[in-house]
C-alpha cells in the first residue's frame, strides 16, 4: 500500500466527470507520459504523421539527439480523446481511435514507432508495431483511482522491454491449406531479409515442417524442455543451413524440430504435463533473440493448435479460394479460438491478420464464387455480433469496395522444394517472388 498520492493518481482525480479532449489533455497526458519514463525534453504535441498529426509522441534522449529539438524518430505515440468518446472494447468510437492511431504508426515519416496509446482517461490500451503489424500489448483497460498506477506501471515495463519477436502461428483447421509451406517459405524469406528466424514444427503427429527441411526429429529434447523447467527450449533448436550460390554465402535459420515423443499421445495425459501456456512460456527468451517466430501447427484444435495459437502474437491463416470449409474454419478461429485464447492469456492477443489465399489457381468465375461464400460468411457472422469484413476483405473501406485478397499462386516449384530439402524460395525465383510478396504484404514495412 502506498501512502502517497502519486501525481498520476492526482491528475485523474482533478478530471471533471464529462472533461474534454482539451482537460484530458492538459490534466492527464503529460503525467502518463512522465509515469511511462519520458520527461518534458521528450514529448512533443500534435507530432505530424502522415495525414494528420498525433496528439502526443515520445521518445528518449539518446547522446545530445533531444526529441524536443530534433523532432525525429518518435518511439511512442498517444492518442488522447475526451471523455465523451466511449473508448470501451468493440465501441464504433473505439475502433475508429484504433484505426485512427495504426494510420499514424504506419505513416512513413514514422517508422521507428513501436508504440500506440488510446486513452480518454476512462480506459486506455497500448498497441505495438512490429514492422508492418499492429497488435494490442494490453486489453482495452478501464482506468480508476486503485488502478491507474498498477496500469501505467504494466505499460511501462512492457516499452522499456519490448519482445525483439513477433510471434506468428500459421493455422487453420482445414487441412493441407498449406500452413507448413508457408512456414518454411516465410521462414527463409525472411531470413534473406536479413532477419533472425526460429520456425516451430509444433504438429509432432505429421512432422512436415522437420522432414522437409531434412532435420532430425526430436527425441524427447524438445519435449524435455517443454515440461521441464530448467531447460531452455532453444538448446533443442537445429540451425538449417542453405548455400546460396548466387550470394556466395550461407543463410541460416533455427528449426525447433517435430518431437516423436509428443507423436500420438492420449490428448489426457498430454494435458496434464502440458499446460495452455506451456509453449507461450517457454518462448520467453527466443522472444528476445529472434526477430520472428513462426510456429506450424496441425489441422485441428486440439492441444498443439491451441498451445500454438496462444503462443502466438498474430495468427496467420492460409484459405483456399475454392474450399469453403477453410473459408468457415477462418471464420470460426476468429470467432471462436483466438478470442478464447485470449481471454486465457490477458494481453489482447493472439489477434488474425486478414486471410490468404494458397495455392489453386483462380479463375474469375472462381473468385466469383468465393466472394459470395464470403458474402455469405460475413452475414451469417454480423447476425451472430462479430465484424468479420477487415479479415476477408483488409483494403475494403466504407469509400473504396475493395474484395482484394493476398494470394500465393500453385505453383509446383513450390510442392517439389521439399523433395530437395531446400526452401523453394532458395531454388526458385517465382517463389521468391511470391513468398517476398507475402512477407511484405503481411510483415515487412
Ligand atoms: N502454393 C502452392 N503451390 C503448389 N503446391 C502447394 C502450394 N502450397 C502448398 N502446396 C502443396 O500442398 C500440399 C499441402 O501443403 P501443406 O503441407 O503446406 O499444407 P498444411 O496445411 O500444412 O497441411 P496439414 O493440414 O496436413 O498440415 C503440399 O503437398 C504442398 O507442397
Ligand atoms: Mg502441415
Redesign the pocket.
Known sequence: MTTTTSSLRAALKSLPENAPEAVVDQHFSTQLLETLGFTSQEILPQYPAGNGSVDKAARKTVGDDVFLYTRTNPYLFVELKGRDVNLSSGSAQYQKTVKQLKGYLLAPNCETAQWGIITNSCHIQLFRKHGKVIYPATPCLEINDEKVDEIAALIRKKIERPNKALTIT?Y?N???????????NLAAILTLFGKRVLAVDF?PN?Q??TS?LGIPLSEGTVFNALTQKDIELQSAAHTYKSPVRSRNSELKFDVLPADITLEDQPQVQLRSLLKTNALHRKLESARQEYDYILI????NWRIYSQLAVYAADVVLI?AKHNNLFSLENAAMAIKQFLPDAQSKKGDGTPVALPIFF???KITPAQLEIAQKEIQNILKAAKSEGFNLLPYFYSRYTSSRRDLHIPH???????????FSRVPAVYRDRY?HE?YTNLAKEYFLQ
Open positions: 500459421v487453420n482445414k487441412g493441407g491449406v498449406g500452413k507448413t509451406t508457408t512456414v518454411v504438429d505429421q512436415d515442417l522437409s506450424d501447427s496441425p489441422p492460409p494458397n495455392g489453386e500465393v499462386p500453385s505453383y509446383a516449384n513450390i510442392a517439389g522444394a521439399a517463389a511470391y
